[in-house]
């Protein structure tokens, strides 16, 4: 584990594996950087560095709390890996983080971001203000009630998988994530920022499940389209979860495509497999 000291000071852990240009992993919701293992592939290719984000893992937290934080942790870490621009695979409210950072100039190689939940018309919402009820979930004591009101009512859990929940271990570990939950809510507000997606200038990639439910597909198809010359990808026989191995190709050929600065991008993934777990926002 190595650190870095963001712009606020908050401390950013972060591990690196493999060895060649440096590409920046920044996960989803409930996740830390032990939850992306980079496949051999990948690893190979690049040097893989995976990060906690702020409140989780072995990084610490400095309130008040504002997005930029998030951006300016991307920053600290690309600045700690190395002299040169890294790229960023982005999932979930990762990308949206890597996709906002780009936006605001962090230099950056390329980047790969797969269904930022930047939300839309289509988009189902929760009867009450997420982050604000999770907040108060958590500052009483209930963070039981914050992982299971994630699941139902932000991710959309199907019944038969909520029931699941009750006393299962991995739901218990999941608790200690819940007070970044807000952070994930806070990086995707405010629907597509077309403005801002606008400003990037470096190659970028958006991915999105043909599985994926039809405000995801909706969501990412206006990503693409907002962003001067990105490219979308949507990959079939996955919906908003996909695992390491089945992204490592589609990564591996745009970056290394990137990197030679060669024409058009096209990409393909692997064959399907079964998907992860439906936690990642």
């Not at 009101?149 to 271990?169: C, K």
């Not at 200038?201 to 991915?207: A, D, G, K, Q």
């Not at 991008?265 to 064959?271: E, F, G, L, N």
């Amino acid at each position: 584990m190595e650190t870095v000291r963001s712009a606020d000071g908050t401390v950013i852990a972060y591990d690196r594996v493999g060895d060649g240009p440096a590409l920046i992993v920044s996960v989803g919701a409930f996740c830390t950087r032990q939850t992306f293992v980079p496949p051999e592939e990948l690893r190979r290719r690049f040097t893989v560095i995976t990060y906690d984000r702020r409140g989780r893992g072995d990084s610490g937290d400095t309130a008040p709390f504002a997005p930029e934080r998030e951006y300016d942790d991307l920053a600290a870490v690309a600045a700690a890996t190395g002299p040169e621009p890294p790229f960023v695979f982005g999932h979930s409210s990762g990308a949206a983080i890597a996709l906002r950072a780009a936006a605001a100039g962090l230099a950056l190689a390329a980047v790969a971001a797969y269904e930022a939940p930047f939300h839309n018309e289509d988009t189902p919402r929760p009867p009450i203000d997420p982050a604000e009820h999770i907040d108060k979930l958590v500052r009483t004591g209930r963070r039981a009630e914050a992982v299971r009101f994630w699941m139902s009512e932000v991710v959309r859990m199907p019944a038969e998988m909520l029931a699941q929940l009750d006393g299962a271990p991995w739901a218990k570990a999941l608790e200690a994530l819940t007070p970044t939950l807000p952070y994930d809510i806070a990086v995707a507000a405010g629907g597509v920022p077309a403005a801002a997606l606008a400003n990037i200038t470096m190659p970028v990639l958006i991915l999105g499940g043909a599985n994926s439910r039809a405000w995801f597909r909706r969501s990412v198809a206006e990503q693409a389209a907002a962003t001067p010359g990105a490219v979308l990808e949507m990959i079939d026989g996955y919906d908003h979860n996909i695992p390491p191995e089945v992204i490592t190709p589609v990564l591996v050929e745009f970056f290394s495509r990137a990197d030679r600065d060669q024409g058009p991008i096209r990409v393909t993934a692997a064959s399907p497999a079964r998907s992860g777990h439906a936690g990642s926002a």
